[in-house]
T-cell receptor, first 116, second 116 residues
Framework: EPEVTQTPSHQVTQMGQEVILRCVPI?????FYWYRQILGQKVEFLVS????????KSEIFDDQFSVERPDGSNFTLKIRSTKLEDSAMYFC??????????????FGEGSRLTVL | AQTVTQSQPEMSVQEAETVTLSCTYD???????LFWYKQPPSRQMILVIRQEAYKQQNATENRFSVNFQKAAKSFSLKISDSQLGDTAMYFCAFMKPSSGNTPLVFGKGTRLSVIA
């Protein structure tokens, strides 16, 4: 069964360093998302992406964050200069449809980011 | 803004018994969608069940059913004949209808342990 894959599963970085989290969505999906979950907190929406541009983003997704789909298969989240509060589990998701049908998101296993 | 509250951080149930997970939400929307996602240990989040707010009939998927009380803004998940494989984190989520990539709003989750 097709699934969303994420790498790395865990990354430890120093504050101020750049981090790139990678995701391979399901191949026929057109809508892509990043969510994150700080330990003990809610899963929070970061950004959605369609047709090579950002569709919607949350307040969390500031200038330190960027997304791109560089080669038609990978979907990456870049954090330019990491802060301690960026430590979280980052989930990539994709969906075939948008709107109500987009409620069925297919999630990856997550990338745990630890900022020291 | 919409909020989703799951008041039970952890629950346990004996195998073959029935358990109900609670979820309440706050919204001014009349039409919307509600979801329960399941995240087994070290695995992806997967959609368990979906409910459209305009439908009065409660959604059912095999052993999983919901009790949707629109006036009370309550959306509980009932798991019948619990199995060891049901052990997971369960997230309640809300989405307002849109033609775009409307994000899911998640609760904090309930960790369910099924005991043999």
């Amino acid at each position: 069964e097709p699934e969303v894959t994420q790498t790395p599963s865990h990354q430890v970085t120093q504050m101020g360093q750049e981090v790139i989290l990678r995701c391979v969505p399901i191949s026929n999906h057109l809508y892509f998302y990043w969510y994150r979950q700080i330990l003990g907190q809610k899963v929070e929406f970061l950004v959605s992406f369609y047709n090579n541009e950002i569709s919607e983003k949350s307040e969390i997704f500031d200038d330190q964050f960027s997304v791109e789909r560089p080669d038609g298969s990978n979907f990456t989240l870049k954090i330019r200069s990491t802060k301690l509060e960026d430590s979280a589990m980052y989930f990539c998701a994709s969906s075939e449809f948008r709107g109500a049908g987009a409620g069925e998101l297919f999630f990856g296993e997550g990338s745990r980011l630890t900022v020291l | 803004a919409q909020t989703v509250t799951q008041s039970q951080p952890e629950m346990s149930v004996q195998e073959a018994e029935t358990v109900t997970l609670s979820c309440t939400y706050d919204t001014s929307e009349n039409n919307y969608y509600l979801f329960w996602y399941k995240q087994p240990p070290s695995r992806q989040m997967i959609l368990v069940i979906r409910q459209e707010a305009y439908k009065q009939q409660n959604a059912t998927e095999n052993r999983f059913s919901v009790n949707f009380q629109k006036a009370a803004k309550s959306f509980s998940l009932k798991i019948s004949d619990s199995q060891l494989g049901d052990t997971a984190m369960y997230f309640c989520a809300f989405m307002k209808p849109s033609s775009g990539n409307t994000p899911l709003v998640f609760g904090k989750g309930t960790r369910l342990s099924v005991i043999a």
